[in-house]
């Protein structure tokens, strides 16, 4: 089944809620995914260094000196903050690839969740409300974040298993719905190049979009070509660091409910998850049409939003 | 006039309560608030109560409806009016997926637009939707009227059996075995008084009928290969 939930906020004055909305949001979807929940949140940008998000089944061991070490090994600067299970470095850019190769040496069994100037992903196995309170979600501002509940289908009930999934810098990927053609598709874009970590059926939907964004294509072209290379059924709920992006098969029985008002665009699996946002009897409520590509961005003028497809 | 706070005390009370009323009750006027997208809302009633929602719903509301009216001053989820026999179900707004399926009678009215597979295996439902419906409407429909005073998506009717189709506006595309038909005395008569019930004022000359081409009924030889 899964829920998904999603904030994108036109209204900055609202950033500092954004954690705390998301959060209800999140907990309300709980009957719809018990097994795991995760969070996308995309936050301040204005430091230098850009974030990667890391977790550890055994943080206290593999947190402890890991920016000094890697800082080390990669001759600069690497600070980190430590929250539960995950920790987030913050190192320069470019050296994210170099960062993963001496992650793999150092500290092996750690995992990497994402990457990204402003995006942080949080995940772990059990209810919405427990994975909540471990990170203190709640707490967190920023200026849009995407919420998964996991009833698992195609995979382990693990935390690699739960979403979001990091597909390339500031980009993340939920997924209701189960894709058919995963394991053909997986081989061919490890033959890419493109890493792929699971056997779970949506990282292979994130890996095709970063594929498709590798080879020159934009998230709104990448998205309108999933509609035609991937079989199966999805609501998609895309992250970059400047939007969020929805779409549907053809199909489209996986249920989505959007809401729009001056302040925020959201999106909910169900309206319940959409009730307590404010305005929301005066927002506008539309259910997202099958096979169409939506996208909000802060880049663009605040109102409008593209369809591409 | 009853009013039940739905988050203060809960669906299980909400829906026992209105189910135990009979036919002599006189408790006849309900009204359910703070329903916050919760689902299985006034569903299985059996007794002419009339239920209103004050607020959108979430899966299955009104569900397997006997002889109540219930109208919801909101939006539903899925499923609304899902297999209902008898009575009347207004939604002052939007329907999801699936409205009305499988229904053997009885009114619904959607004032705004319903999603995908609207009257879904419907057999003996009558629907009026102001708006629009999405795709895959009407597919395997048996029996009863869906008329539609907007547009109609994708695979309209498809493998129809009897069920009447009245579309105002333009239908996508016709699913399998799904044709149009010629719009008779009869079936103006019968669109008239769905309007009327519905409360919409279209004009049934307006409207263009669509069924069942009833080819997929019986085996046809020609059709072997495909087995």
């Not at chain 1, 061919?188 to 779970?200: A, F, H, M, P, S």
């Not at chain 2, 009323?21 to 359910?32: A, F, H, L």
């Not at chain 2, 719009?183 to 000359?205: F, I, N, Q, S, Y």
């Amino acid at each position: 089944m899964c829920g998904i939930v999603g904030l994108f906020l036109k209204d900055q004055s609202l950033a500092p809620k954004l954690g705390t909305m998301l959060t209800d949001m999140l907990i309300t979807m709980t009957d719809r995914g018990p097994d795991s929940a995760g969070i996308a949140i995309y936050g301040d940008g204005t430091s230098k260094a850009a974030k990667l998000t890391v977790q550890s089944a055994n943080p206290d061991r593999d947190f402890s000196g890991l920016a000094e070490d890697l800082g080390q090994a990669l001759a600069t600067s690497v600070t980190q903050s430590v929250n539960d299970t995950h920790c987030v470095l913050h190192l320069p850019a470019d050296q994210f690839e170099a960062a993963r190769a001496v992650l793999s040496e150092i500290r092996p069994s750690i995992r990497i969740m994402s990457r990204g100037e402003t995006l942080e992903i949080y995940k772990e196995v059990g209810l919405p409300k427990e994975v909540a309170t471990r990170f203190n979600l709640s707490s967190m501002s920023g200026t849009h974040g995407i919420g998964h509940t996991r009833m698992a289908t195609e995979s382990a009930v693990t935390t690699m298993g739960a979403h979001p999934f990091n597909t390339g810098s500031d980009q993340c990927l939920v997924h209701n719905g189960s894709l058919s053609n995963h394991n053909s598709l997986r081989r061919k874009l490890r033959r890419e190049g493109v890493t792929i970590q699971t056997q779970n059926d949506t990282e292979v939907g994130a890996a095709y979009l970063t594929w498709k964004m590798m080879n020159g294509a934009d998230l709104g072209e990448a998205l309108k070509s999933s509609l035609d290379d991937l079989d199966g059924f999805f609501t998609f709920v895309v992250g970059t660091k400047d939007g969020f992006g929805v779409v549907r098969d053809p199909i489209a029985c996986k249920p989505a409910v959007m809401a729009e008002t001056d302040q925020y665009v959201a999106f909910g699996s169900e309206y319940r998850a959409l009730v307590n946002l404010p305005g929301i009897e005066q927002a506008r409520v539309w259910e997202p049409e099958p096979a169409t590509v939506y996208f909000w961005s802060h880049n663009n003028s605040p109102t409008t939003h593209e369809r591409a497809a | 006039m009853q009013t039940y706070d739905l988050e203060a005390n809960g669906l299980s009370g909400l829906n026992s309560t209105l189910q135990s009323q009979n036919t002599e009750t006189n408790q006849t006027s309900w009204e359910v608030v703070n329903p916050k997208g919760s689902h299985a809302i006034a569903v299985g009633l059996d007794a002419p109560i009339e239920v209103t929602v004050k607020g959108s719903t979430g899966y299955y509301c009104a569900g397997m409806n006997q002889q109540a009216t219930i109208r919801v001053e909101g939006s539903v989820g899925p499923g609304v009016a899902e297999n209902m026999m008898s009575g009347e179900v207004i939604v002052d707004g939007d329907a999801s997926q699936y409205a009305g399926a499988t229904g053997h009678g009885g009114l619904l009215v959607i004032k705004g637009n319903a999603s995908s597979r609207c009257g879904i295996s419907m057999k003996g439902i009558d629907i009026v939707v102001h708006g629009n419906i999405g795709h895959m409407s009407a597919f395997m429909a048996q029996a009863g009227n869906l008329v539609v005073c907007g547009d109609a998506g994708d695979a309209l009717g498809d493998s129809l059996y009897e069920a009447r189709l009245f579309v105002r506006g333009t239908v996508q595309s016709l699913g399998a075995d799904c044709v149009e038909k010629e719009m008779r005395p009869e079936h103006l008569e019968v669109l008239k008084d769905l309007l009327d019930r519905a409360g919409c004022d279209a004009k049934p000359e307006e409207f263009r009928r669509y069924g069942s081409a009833r080819q997929l009924y019986n085996f046809d030889v020609d059709n072997t290969a495909a087995y």
